[in-house]
């Protein structure tokens, strides 16, 4: 099921600059179909297994990978995502790499970053490589570093949340000056926290559960 209630308040919520992108892990192929005919074309798996059981629904859905994402599944996903949001290593941008000149493709990615400082399920890149991930990602060149993702602190205290996100903005608008125009994407924000994140300069939000459940 979908919900069309929580779609309409997210679309209110969103500001023009932010885009929505569904995430639409265990959620089936009718409900897939049923934001796709309201116009939605950014949708998000995090696992390659099930992404490769719904790529064949529409030619236009443009596939975000959102997961933790093993080198061994690279070269089975990569023909169907356009955008790699958890990069999260160079070994895997290596592997990209490798894997895109052998089909001859470009892909955007975003390098994930691990924020919250006391998560205990922490995935992503350390803040403190930030630099030197960035520059090194410039010897991939069939890999577009087009900004950067990162997830939220698992709390229902707002302040923690907004401050960690502030935290985000700023490590990206430190990215930028390095990186140029080209990094323009900062994820950031789900189901329970994408107001926040609104706030906190966001262009980009994943949102599951809220749009699917009641
Ligand atoms: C599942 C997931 C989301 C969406 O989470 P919801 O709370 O269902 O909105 C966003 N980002 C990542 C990386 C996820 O794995």
């Known amino acids: 099921m979908i919900n069309i209630e929580h779609y309409k308040q997210v679309k209110q919520d969103l500001p023009a600059h932010t885009e929505l992108c569904v995430v639409s892990k265990r959620r089936s192929r009718e409900d897939i179909l049923a934001y796709y005919d309201l116009g939605e074309r950014l949708f998000a798996e995090n696992k390659a297994q099930e992404l490769l059981t719904k790529t064949d629904l529409k030619d236009d859905i443009r596939w975000s990978f959102i997961g933790h994402l093993q080198r061994n599944k690279v070269r089975q996903i990569l023909p169907y995502v356009s955008l790699i949001q958890s990069l999260d290593s160079l070994e895997l941008a290596e592997v990209i790499e490798k894997e895109c000149t052998r089909i001859d493709k470009t892909v955007d990615v975003l390098a994930e970053f691990h924020l919250a400082v006391n998560d205990t399920n922490k995935t992503g890149l350390d803040e403190?490589?930030?630099?030197s991930f960035v520059r090194a990602c410039r010897q991939f060149p069939?890999?577009?570093?087009?900004?950067?993702?990162?997830?939220?602190?698992?709390?229902?205290?707002?302040q923690e949340i907004r401050r960690v996100f502030m935290h985000g903005q700023e490590l990206f608008a430190a990215l930028q000056k390095e990186c140029g125009d080209t990094f323009t994407t900062l994820s950031m924000g789900m189901s329970h926290d994408y107001r926040i994140a609104c706030t906190c300069g966001s262009t980009m939000v994943r949102i599951g559960s809220y749009l699917f459940e009641d």
């Open 142 to 158: 069939h890999l577009r570093l087009t900004g950067m993702m990162a997830m939220g602190p698992h709390t229902d205290d707002e």
């Open 128 to 131: 403190a490589d930030a630099l």
